[in-house]
Nanobody, 121 residues
């Protein structure tokens, strides 16, 4: 049974930092591209960042480029999202997502329940 469990969210002031973690189980983690996605109230889910199976190729959505860093630990089955210089518009529920098929970054098909990130002064 595939499980993705996020943690590390919270309340932070603008300009602050948070690091999110996502623990994966139930599938061969090291063979799957992983994403971080987010959904703000009243908005559609949007992708934030993606990395390939060994973490050597990273992609970022324009709103977070230069501020967020995605990484993974294949020995621990964990994917991370380090978020710096947070802005109010980063407020959302953040979830990690797995690729639909192994060794491919074309689409994700499963995501966790997420962790709330609130940026407010």
């Amino acid at each position: 049974q595939v499980q993705l469990v996020e943690s590390g969210g919270g309340l932070v002031q603008p300009g602050g930092s948070l690091t999110l973690s996502c623990a994966a189980s139930g599938f061969p983690f090291s063979r799957y591209y992983m994403w971080w996605v987010r959904q703000a109230p009243g908005k559609e889910m949007e992708w934030v960042s993606r990395l390939n199976i060994d973490g050597s190729r990273l992609l970022y959505a324009d709103p977070v480029k230069g501020r967020f860093t995605i990484s993974r630990d294949n020995a621990k089955n964990i994917v991370y999202l380090k978020m710096d210089n947070l802005k109010i518009e980063d407020t959302a529920v953040y979830s990690c997502a797995k690729a639909r098929v192994p060794d491919s970054g074309s689409a994700y098909d499963f995501w966790g329940k997420g962790t709330q990130v609130t940026v407010s002064s």
